[in-house]
């Protein structure tokens, strides 16, 4: 078997763990520029433009989501 020095092995794992919460902290800020109202515009815009849904905007610009096989929309 081979042996590998202490201190190798502590700083190889101090680094792993390191680089997970600098990155966890980055997703987080870097999510944070975009409100939650606007994510759920967006992923609606998108199932709308792949064919997965269907929606209408009322007169306060309010989505109404409509079953794909409702032919009145």
Request: net charge negative; proline share 1%.
């Amino acid at each position: 078997m081979i042996e590998l020095p202490s201190l190798y092995v502590i700083s190889v794992s101090a680094i792993a763990w390191l680089s997970l919460v600098v990155f966890y902290v980055w997703g987080k800020v870097r999510g944070a520029d975009e409100s939650t109202e606007e994510a759920i515009e967006k992923t609606i815009v998108y199932l709308v433009k792949e064919g997965y849904i269907k929606y209408t905007r009322d007169q306060n610009g309010e989505i109404e989501l409509h079953k794909l096989n409702d032919e009145n929309y």
